[in-house]
T-cell receptor
Framework: GAGVSQTPSNKVTEKGKYVELRCDPI?????LYWYRQSLGQGPEFLIY????????DSGLPNDRFFAVRPEGSVSTLKIQRTERGDSAVYLC?????????????FGPGTRLLVL | EDQVTQSPEALRLQEGESSSLNCSYT??????LFWYRQDPGKGPEFLFT???AGEEKEKERLKATLTKKESFLHITAPKPEDSATYLC???????????FGTGTRLLVSP
């Protein structure tokens, strides 16, 4: 596809469960970013990958959150022992190579609801 | 800590009524200021990047300007389809991450 895609589009889970959110970046983009957006707020940075490695994970709120990008393309954001406060829209973005002041292109997001 | 503040939080305009949205920022070493548009239930859509004070960019009814402390998004003769949330973000220092403001919700009535 031409843009960033994310699956699932919606996810409902129960408190304490484990969830995985997937991101497919724009083809050829080596830089990938995860953000979280709560209602009425702007996106908040979580983690940035350059290729397969996490170049900046300073935004991950705690050790329940983890993200991987094993082959430098698709990324998975993993949340363990979900809490109601984790409910938000999780946005993924990609850019060509993470250098300079590149534009980040966003996907449609995954809406996570923790009951 | 880098901070971005957008005002107003919400703005209601009549079709054709021009106005401006404000984005003020406090950062160490601005590398770029980005404007995005976000429609309900969708991801942010890129509009503009500004790199240095005095720079201006235009696209249809939108014009973005940048000073050393703030950026403005001017909307000329808006149409109902311009209704959306407009987000401002900065990239600063040695970091690739974007720091966003909380956005301005714009509603244009016919």
């Amino acid at each position: 596809g031409a843009g960033v895609s994310q699956t699932p589009s919606n996810k409902v889970t129960e408190k304490g469960k484990y969830v995985e959110l997937r991101c497919d970046p724009i083809s050829g983009h080596t830089a990938l970013y995860w953000y979280r957006q709560s209602l009425g707020q702007g996106p908040e940075f979580l983690i940035y990958f350059q290729g397969t490695g996490a170049a900046d994970d300073s935004g991950l709120p705690n050790d329940r959150f983890f993200a991987v990008r094993p082959e430098g393309s698709v990324s998975t954001l993993k949340i363990q022992r979900t809490e109601r406060g984790d409910s938000a829209v999780y946005l993924c973005a990609s850019s060509p190579d993470g250098g300079g002041q590149e534009t980040q292109y966003f996907g449609p997001g995954t809406r996570l609801l923790v009951l | 800590e880098d901070q971005v503040t957008q005002s107003p939080e919400a703005l209601r305009l009549q079709e054709g009524e021009s106005s401006s949205l404000n984005c003020s920022y406090t950062v160490s070493g601005l590398r770029g200021l980005f404007w995005y548009r976000q429609d309900p239930g969708k991801g942010p859509e890129f509009l503009f990047t500004l790199y240095s004070a005095g720079e201006e960019k235009e696209k249809e009814r939108l014009k973005a300007t940048l000073t050393k402390k703030e950026s403005f998004l001017h909307i000329t003769a808006p149409k109902p389809e311009d209704s959306a949330t407009y987000l401002c973000a900065v990239q600063a220092g040695g970091f690739q991450k974007l720091v966003f403001g909380t956005g301005t919700r714009l509603l244009v009535s016919p």
